[in-house]
């Protein structure tokens, strides 16, 4: 069994309030010490000095398109460019065709990742069959193949008894419900936020409401059934105070942001590149002060890409036929770092926390986490390491990316996953 030591980094695990410069033991697949280990001897030694160790990140918003879109993205190539990334387990979503809402489909999903041997993958199931919104799809058989939350995330369950007894029968499994919140009669044929720059390009809009009205039906379901819901891709002001008072009420209600909601405004929809054309949309400044200090208070819990890939062609259509959506896996690190480490939002051990532990609380997934006995799911970052972001090096089949030529710091060099070395050094830059 190999003994690998990481020396001389900079430990930081939430779940453990660690945060100092020490060792890390990998033994086998598992977190042997950290700290001193007299009584362990090293068969490999990597120094880390100067680096960040923590748990490997947990990105529990991404979209692998496999099966029935492969030319976007595939298992295999979605799980490559989460390693690229520094994230070892991705939680995928169930907008595939067919749509992911059974246990066969769940275990397929599974079945591929482990063929591919890179990230784990965690799917999520659907919430109705076929995601239809008609007719609850078999929670039972997708949570024993494997399924860890529910959601139809790409559309919302618009039915308010479908989603209620879907709150009740995901509550008995003790697995969240993940909403995708969009009043899709205020959105139709939406291309861009509703306010002043939609106003001025002509553009037709997406007002906030349309997820505040959804986010407080998710609220008031949740504290009729008792269940656990997690808002998907939070992007409005709005939408985190609605969050925050249903905390206050104790109501077991979590939500993430994604990079791009921190980072970009609608205005960047100035010109007309369908980069930057997403769902929930690129919102205003005002929005994105909101989001960073929901982060900061705890309202916003998890940080997650909402990683989205659609090939070039897809994305070189009109602005209003090309679809929505972003790549995020391979820029997770460094934009986070601009919006949240550079301007003292927060610290590097309440972001790592947002990225690991929070996130596999959400999924219920022992992932994480570096205390003793624990999976060896580790990601090493350079946090000072400058480079420009090139798309043509993401691992990713497609590269719909608006952050093309940034110059950014911090990535992903060693990442392991089980113990195994999947990653030795960065390949982006």
């Given at each position: 069994?190999?003994?690998?030591?990481?020396?001389?980094?900079?430990?930081?695990?939430?779940?453990?309030?660690?945060?100092?410069?020490?060792?890390?033991?990998?033994?086998?697949?598992?977190?042997?010490?950290?700290?001193d280990a007299p009584h362990l001897s090293p068969d490999r030694i990597i120094d880390v000095s100067g680096r960040i160790v923590c748990p490997g990140l947990i990105d529990m918003h991404v979209h692998l398109r496999e099966p029935g879109r492969e030319e976007d993205e595939t298992i295999a190539t979605g799980t490559a460019s989460a390693i690229s990334g520094g994230v070892t387990s991705v939680a995928c979503m169930p907008n595939t065709?067919?749509?992911?809402?059974?246990?066969?489909?769940?275990?397929?999903v599974i079945l591929q990742a482990q063929r591919a041997g890179n990230a784990h993958v965690f799917p999520i199931g659907s919430i109705t069959k076929g995601r239809a919104g008609q007719e609850l799809a078999e929670i039972g058989g997708l949570v024993e193949g494997g399924a860890v939350a529910f959601t139809d995330d790409g559309t919302p369950v618009v039915n308010s008894e479908i989603m209620r007894r879907a709150m009740e029968y995901s509550?008995?499994?003790?697995?969240?419900?993940?909403?995708?919140?969009?009043?899709?009669?205020?959105?139709?044929?939406?291309?861009?936020n509703e306010g002043v720059e939609s106003m001025r390009l002509g553009l037709r809009g997406y007002p906030a409401a349309a997820e505040e009205i959804f986010i407080y039906r998710e609220i008031a379901l949740a504290r009729l059934t008792g269940a656990r819901v997690h808002i998907l891709h939070v992007s409005?002001?709005?939408?985190?105070?609605?969050?925050?008072?249903?905390?206050?009420?104790?109501?077991?209600?979590?939500?993430?942001?994604?990079?791009?909601?921190?980072?970009?405004?609608?205005?960047?929809?100035?010109?007309?590149?369908?980069?930057?054309?997403m769902s929930p949309p690129l919102r205003t400044q005002a929005d994105i002060e909101a989001l960073l200090a929901g982060l900061k208070d705890g309202t916003i819990d998890v940080l997650a890409t909402d990683h989205a890939p659609h090939s070039p062609e897809k994305k070189a259509r009109e602005l209003d036929a090309a679809p929505n959506g972003i790549l995020g896996l391979e820029t997770f690190i460094p934009i986070c770092i601009k919006a949240l480490i550079d301007p003292g939002i927060?610290?590097?051990?309440?972001?790592i926390q947002?990225?690991?532990?929070?996130?596999?609380?959400v999924l219920s997934i022992d992932r994480g986490t570096l205390k003793v006995g624990a999976w060896a799911d580790v990601t090493v970052i350079d946090p000072g390491v400058e480079w420009t972001i090139d798309p043509s090096k993401f691992l990713s089949k497609s590269r719909n990316t608006p952050y093309g030529g940034w110059k950014v710091k911090g990535r992903a060099e060693q990442v392991f996953v089980n113990g195994r070395l999947a990653q030795e050094k960065s390949r982006l830059g």
């Open positions: 069994m190999t003994i690998t030591l990481l020396k001389g980094g900079r430990v930081i695990d939430p779940s453990q309030a660690i945060d100092r410069v020490t060792d890390l033991w990998i033994e086998g697949e598992k977190i042997a010490a950290v700290g065709e067919p749509a992911l809402d059974s246990q066969a489909a769940a275990e397929f509550k008995a499994f003790d697995k969240a419900i993940l909403s995708h919140s969009e009043d899709l009669e205020l959105t139709k044929g939406a291309i861009m409005s002001a709005g939408g985190v105070e609605l969050i925050r008072r249903a905390k206050a009420d104790g109501i077991r209600v979590t939500g993430e942001a994604s990079p791009h909601h921190l980072t970009l405004t609608d205005a960047s929809l100035r010109t007309f590149d369908s980069n930057f054309k927060l610290t590097w051990s309440q972001m947002k990225m690991t532990i929070e996130p596999a609380k």
